[in-house]
T-cell receptor, first 118, second 112 residues
């Protein structure tokens, strides 16, 4: 079956521009996550949805970052007035469920969107 | 805040040698997951450990979860060039969330 897809794969934005990154999770996956990965670092949590509800947005770096998942499937991460420090790979992941009985569901990652802000 | 550290940051081995990466969390984890990320790729789930002291094997890979559920290790026997990549451990932050905190990662290079 199809995995997690993300678009665009590469995005170059001029400082100050707005960008929108799209994630198509695996069909039927309840949970959706956004991560930011800088070069040579591990993924850093940005935000988490369970269906259409955004349950945790504690990792969003500033109020310029906004994520939505209005119908509980496709999600969009929007970055307003991009800055150079926003340059990174943005990864989306989905999982079948949440945390239950101490056991997490494995997360399936998309290929990521590499954002370069010039 | 919660931190998950891995050592070493980088390891270069000759093909056929063994490799181990260690993962240490500042807090007790309900479970730990391991992911592999090939150069230019995205993280791919390898395994999850849940029980204290648990050991799981996948062919040449052996995963351990510490007794205190604060540390874990991944050991690869007789490395192959296909093992190249960065290995991340990850654990849920807090007691009731699916939010994962990823470790700092260990980059494995294998020379044929």
């Amino acid at each position: 079956g199809a995995g997690v897809s993300q678009s665009p794969r590469y995005k170059v934005a001029k400082r100050g521009q707005d960008v929108a990154l799209r994630c198509d999770p695996i069909s039927g996956h309840v949970s959706l996550f956004w991560y930011q990965q800088a070069l040579g670092q591990g993924p850093e949590f940005l935000t988490y949805f369970q269906n259409e509800a955004q349950l945790d947005k504690s990792g969003l770096p500033s109020d310029r970052f906004f994520a939505e998942r209005p119908e509980g499937s496709v999600s969009t991460l929007k970055i307003q007035r991009t800055q150079q420090e926003d340059s990174a790979v943005y990864l989306c992941a989905s999982s079948l469920g949440g945390l239950a009985g101490g056991k997490s569901y494995e997360q399936y990652f998309g290929p990521g969107t590499r954002l370069t802000v010039t | 805040g919660q931190q998950v550290m891995q050592i070493p940051q980088y390891q270069h081995v000759q093909e056929g040698e063994d490799f181990t990466t260690y993962c240490n969390s500042s807090t007790t984890l309900s479970n730990i997951q391991w992911y592999k990320q090939r150069p230019g790729g995205h993280p791919v789930f390898l395994i999850q450990l849940v029980k204290s002291g648990e050991v799981k094997k996948q062919k040449r890979l052996t995963f351990q979860f510490g007794e205190a559920k604060k540390n874990s290790s991944l050991h690869i026997t007789a490395t192959q060039t296909t093992d190249v990549g960065t290995y991340f451990c990850a654990g849920p932050q807090g007691g009731a969330t699916n939010k994962l905190i990823f470790g700092t990662g260990t980059l494995l290079a294998v020379q044929p």
